[in-house]
């Protein structure tokens, strides 16, 4: 099985633009979450979905949002973006929220300039 | 309450050495332990997991040990090799809900030949 697999891998974004991040997950996964990882803060959630519902949020401001489609795909996005959303954010799927086992992707690396 | 505390920041260890990383949590709504290991440009990767109900889980060289009444947990690798050289991270989640992860600091681990 292919497993979870994020685009872009590499972005670079200027203070005040906005960004899409797309995760697919693990076939047959249907629940996807999106962590931030920084040097400073270390790896924090963001928010988790699970049959195109939202279940959980992490303490992120509004400006960042997600969604995910009905075949399990996610996107994430982050408005007005501020130097600090430097960080690479990772996806994670798993076949539903009590199955224990997360699966993460590589992660999408995004420089705010 | 959602804090997952985890030391050392770094280790150094001899090649044949064996590895300890600890973990204190606080919220006694926990009961799913997992460990991940990440390397460089990689997402992190679940190594191994353990629920409260048993003090301790070994797969390999590797084993978590758990003391529910201290509400900590660790992480032993044995026969240590270059190898493992990664961050290591611990986390907490509810068996309600294992896709949201508090995850501790990290601890990156450098063994030498």
């Known amino acids: 099985k292919a497993g979870v697999t994020q685009t872009p891998r590499y972005l670079i974004k200027t203070r005040g633009q906005q960004v899409t991040l797309s995760c697919s997950p693990i076939s047959g996964h249907r629940s996807v979450s999106w962590y931030q990882q920084t040097p400073g803060q270390g790896l924090q959630f963001l928010f988790e979905y699970f049959s195109e519902t939202q279940r959980n949020k992490g303490n992120f401001p509004g400006r960042f949002s997600g969604r995910q489609f009905s075949n399990s795909r996610s996107e994430m996005n982050v408005s007005t973006l501020e130097l600090g959303d430097s960080a690479l954010y990772l996806c994670?799927?798993?076949?539903?929220?009590?199955?224990?086992?997360?699966?993460f992707g590589p992660g999408t690396r995004l420089t705010v300039l | 309450q959602q804090q997952v505390k985890q030391s050392p920041q770094s280790l150094i260890v001899q090649k044949g050495g064996i590895s300890i990383i600890n973990c204190a949590y606080e919220?006694?709504?926990?009961?799913?332990f997992p460990w991940y290991q990440q390397f460089p440009g990689k997402g992190p990767a679940l190594l191994i997991a353990i629920r409260p109900d048993v003090s301790e889980k070994k797969e390999g060289r590797f084993t978590i040990s758990f003391n529910k009444s201290a509400k900590q947990f660790s992480l032993h690798i044995m026969d240590s090799q270059p190898g493992d050289s990664a961050t290591y991270f611990c986390a907490a989640s509810w068996a309600s809900n294992t896709d949201k992860l508090i995850f501790g600091t990290g601890t990156r681990l450098q063994v030498f030949p």
């Open positions: 919220n006694t709504a926990f009961d799913y």
């Open positions: 994670a799927s798993s076949p539903n929220p009590s199955t224990d086992t997360q699966y």
